[in-house]
C-alpha cells in the first residue's frame, strides 16, 4: 500500500511541475532556423546583414553556440568591424572557445 501512495506521489509531483521545467528550456530549433539565415546571407554576399542577423540570433540566447560566435567573429575580421568583432570576441570566452 505504500508503494501505491509513492507512486501516486511521484507521478503527481511529474505532471505538476515537468511542464514549468520545459517551458524555461530555450527553443534550439529556432535558433539553427535562425542561424541558416545569417549564413544565407553571407552567402548571398551581405556580410553586414549576416553579422546583425549573427549578432540578434546569439544575444537572444543565453547559450548560443560556440561555433556560431566564432564565425560570426571571422567575418567581422573579414570587413575589419571592430565594435561587433568585440562583441563577438568576448561572446567566443563566455561559450569555451
Do not use: W
Amino acid at each position: 500500500m505504500k508503494i501505491a501512495i509513492i507512486m501516486q506521489n511521484i507521478l503527481i509531483y511529474i505532471l505538476l511541475f515537468i511542464p514549468f521545467s520545459v517551458q524555461s528550456q530555450e527553443n534550439y530549433i529556432n535558433y539553427h532556423k535562425e542561424i541558416i539565415k545569417a549564413e544565407e546571407q553571407f552567402l548571398a554576399n551581405d556580410i553586414k546583414g549576416s553579422i546583425e542577423k549573427y549578432r540578434s540570433v546569439i544575444s537572444s540566447y543565453k547559450k548560443p553556440f560556440a561555433k556560431d560566435c566564432f564565425i560570426a567573429l571571422e567575418l567581422c575580421c573579414m570587413i575589419k568591424d571592430t565594435a561587433n568583432a568585440r562583441y563577438f570576441f568576448s561572446k567566443c570566452f563566455e561559450c569555451g572557445i
